[in-house]
Structures are given as C-alpha cells and as structure tokens.
C-alpha cells in the first residue's frame, strides 16, 4: 500500500514546520540545561523525631566545587506549621556532594523534619 502524499505545494510549510519544531526543541533543552548548571541541589534522606521537643534531619548537599553553601532546615508539625528552624552552613570543600545531619530544637512537637531550601554563602533569601 503506497504513503499518500502531501497535497502539491504544501511541501514547503511541512520543511517549515519541522525545522521550526527543531529549533524550538533545541532551544528548550538549552534553556533548560543553562537554569540548572552549576546551581545549589539538596536532598532529604531522612528525619527522626527524637522527642517533644527536638528532630533529627539528614540530607545530601550537591554544589559546585569549592562553593559554601548554607541551609534552612524546618520542623513541621501535624498541621504542617513550622514549630522549629536551624540554618546549617556547609562550608566550601573539594567535595561536590556532601551528607549533613543536624537536630532541630522544637518550640513543641515535631511530626517531620524538611530542606526548605539551600543557598550559596552570600546569597540567600
């Protein structure tokens, strides 16, 4: 059974869209790549709660390497307001990921602990 063809003189608007398409792709990944580069990622791996009044957050820092970095930490309660908060500095290292625990004292008690987020020393928020 033969392909039908494109009907004559659409040919032109088919190689238009499909290099506009390309072009559109292409410029996409490279938006997206350039955003995400050499930029501050963390983690969660975990949390325990080790009382009424404290929790216990572990996590993975990646960076560049030789940048220091600070992080907030939160403890949530069960209607996830914020009953506790701790600033972490990771500092600069030839290391580009780096594994952090820290305990979070709590104004009462905690059901998690979080990464709210994780700044580059000069930078933050």
Not at 93 to 118: Q, Y
Request: glycine share 12%; net charge positive.
């Amino acid at each position: 059974m033969p392909l039908p063809r494109p009907a004559p003189g659409t040919g032109r608007w088919w190689v238009v869209g499909i290099v506009g398409c390309t072009i559109g792709v292409a410029l996409a990944t490279w938006w997206g790549l350039a955003s995400s580069l050499g930029r501050v990622t963390y983690t969660d791996t975990g949390y325990k709660v080790l009382d009424n009044r404290s929790v216990r957050v572990e996590f993975d820092v990646h960076r560049p390497d030789g940048q220091a970095v600070t992080c907030r930490l939160k403890a949530l309660d069960t209607t996830f307001g914020v009953v506790g908060v701790l600033d972490v500095d990771v500092p600069a290292s030839s290391e580009r990921s780096v594994h952090r625990v820290a305990v979070v004292r709590t104004a009462s008690m905690a059901v998690t602990g979080v990464v709210d987020r994780c700044d580059p020393v000069g930078q933050g928020r």
